[in-house]
């Protein structure tokens, strides 16, 4: 309750509303995502009081995460990797006119996977960190490998491209020097190439500049047309097939946002996959279904709120954003961990206050302004991809400064085509690049403590637990198909259905 007295004041109040606004703003920019948005900001922050320059933080954090879902839905662009899965059935449902829906969805998605999380980081903060601590990289490169056979297996037409798709997200992560020995990989001689190539270069590549090729090359071929701004509200249809998915998001997205295991990536892809897999209508994925925009963008805001929670409790930051916010604290002589809640106990629960003042603030500004952010979708195509193209070069060329980064990122965009054109999904290909670097780092950290014994993979009950759902996973497909099947019931109107009634008449 101190917590939220000093976070209601008109001062905090305000900088919880400006770091929404600015996150929001900057989080529409491809390639700026919050990490750079606060890094961007730290500078700014060393006049303002501790307390308000934390909260303008959080209100960056969550605006910019919403940010990045608003042009992943709205032109496929992801702003950044977490908002990756929110442009497979978001941007579908922008196609159809339904651009405004989907951003109402997302971002009472990210009220409620927040308002959970940051709930759980309360409540549950100390258990989260003692469990985290005791988390091996066998158990780490487990989850990620259930991650990879997950979203591979349920994606696309065949599981063959899927796993095609994979193993190209995973040779676009091995690109760098290698972690243990030095030796550059897949650079070709390219100096610039040494660090490896950005996740953000990765995602706006392969969606946006592929979508504007595949689009530039079907363009003359139809007829264009306006896309509708769609109502901007939820009917009652809507809201009966969402509230489900944004409740179960943060039970995936908290525990996943407390350990060093990917970030919000891996809690988005794997709550798509539950919502694909428990939904009544398992034929509008792809297409545009509502439940894959509500579970990922519940999941991610809840990842959030976890990456807090570890952050906070033990000093260990699980993402970028978190280390920069590590380096703020630092910055005013704070050091995170087990003794904060102690020692700076104002400062904290002033933060955690606003932490559910600032997603309230996010609910508020962008649900009236879903449907100004969808008329974007008015533009005329050649106009509108053209614009995608010159913010998803500057936003490649804003990661590194480097002009190398706008080649690859064409090169990419390339791949990206090609892979629409023979039906290749991309979300795969952006998971290995995602996770497939801290897959190897881990494997190679539980080989390196056990002298290279395989078994040692398999020597925890979480990691063994994992690889029987993997198992599953791989086997129910035959499972399925050695079972007896029932023959399908005639359908009302046909023929068979008209000669079974003469024939009970």
């Keep these: ?226 896309i509708p701004v769609g109502r901007p509200w939820l009917s009652k249809a809507d809201l009966k097939r969402t509230w489900k998915p944004w409740l179960r998001g943060p039970f995936i997205g908290f525990p996943f946002g407390s350990i060093p295991a990917g970030g919000a990536e891996i809690p988005t892809f794997l709550s798509y996959v539950t919502e694909r897999r428990l939904s009544k209508h398992k034929d509008e994925f792809g297409k545009g279904a509502i439940e894959g925009v509500a579970g990922p963008e519940s999941a991610a805001s809840a990842s959030s709120a976890g990456t807090m929670s570890t952050m906070l409790t033990l000093g260990l930051p699980t993402t970028a954003i978190a280390a920069v916010m590590l380096a703020a604290f630092q910055q005013f002589g704070i050091q995170p961990g087990p003794l904060l809640f102690q020692s700076e106990p104002d400062l904290v629960w002033t933060l955690i206050a606003s932490l559910f003042i600032g997603l309230v603030l996010l609910l508020v500004l962008n649900l009236p302004l879903a449907p100004l952010w969808a008329t974007l979708l008015r533009i005329p195509r050649p106009y509108l991809y053209a614009g995608i193209l010159f913010f998803a070069c500057v936003g490649a060329y804003a990661v590194s400064g480097q002009p190398v980064d706008i080649l690859v990122l064409l090169v990419i965009g390339a791949i990206g085509f090609l892979m629409r054109r023979f039906g290749l999904p991309v979300l795969p290909a952006i998971l290995g690049v995602i996770l497939g670097p801290d897959a190897e780092l881990q494997l190679r950290r539980s080989l390196q403590i056990a002298d290279g014994d395989v078994s040692t993979l398999f020597s925890t009950p979480l990691a063994i637990g994992v690889y029987t759902v993997i198992a599953l996973l791989l086997a129910f497909p035959l499972i399925r198909r050695a079972l007896p099947t029932r023959p399908a019931a005639p359908r009302p109107g046909s023929d068979e259905a008209r000669a079974k009634d003469d024939e009970l008449v």
Excluded at 80 to 106: C, D, F, H, Y
Aim: aromatic share 8%; hydrophobic share 55%; proline share 5%.
């Design 1 to 226: 309750m101190d917590g939220f007295g000093a976070a209601l004041t008109p001062g905090n109040l305000l900088f919880a509303a400006l770091g929404v606004l600015l996150g929001t703003a900057i989080g529409v920019l491809p390639g700026i995502g919050p990490a750079m948005a606060v890094a961007l900001l730290l500078p700014v922050t060393y006049a303002f009081d501790p307390t308000g320059a934390f909260i303008m933080f959080a209100g960056i954090y969550f605006g910019a995460m919403f940010g990045g879902s608003t042009t992943s839905i709205l032109l496929n662009t992801p702003g950044e990797s977490a908002a990756v899965v929110a442009a497979i059935e978001g941007n579908p449902m922008a196609k159809s006119g339904r651009g405004a829906q989907a951003l109402a969805t997302a971002a009472i998605g990210h009220f409620v996977g927040g308002f959970l999380g940051v709930c759980g980081l309360v409540l549950l903060a100390p258990l989260v960190a003692s469990v985290a601590v005791n988390i091996g990289a066998p158990d780490y490169f487990a989850i990620m490998v259930l991650a990879f056979v997950a979203v591979t297996s349920v994606l696309g037409s065949s599981r063959i491209r899927g796993f095609a798709s994979l193993a190209l997200g995973l040779t676009i992560g091995l690109v760098g020097l290698d972690p243990i020995s030095g030796q550059p990989r897949l650079t070709f001689g390219v100096p610039q190439l040494a660090d490896g190539i950005d996740v953000v270069i990765v995602a706006v590549g392969l969606f946006a500049v592929g979508e504007a090729l595949w689009v530039a090359a079907h363009l003359r071929r139809t007829q264009q047309e306006v």
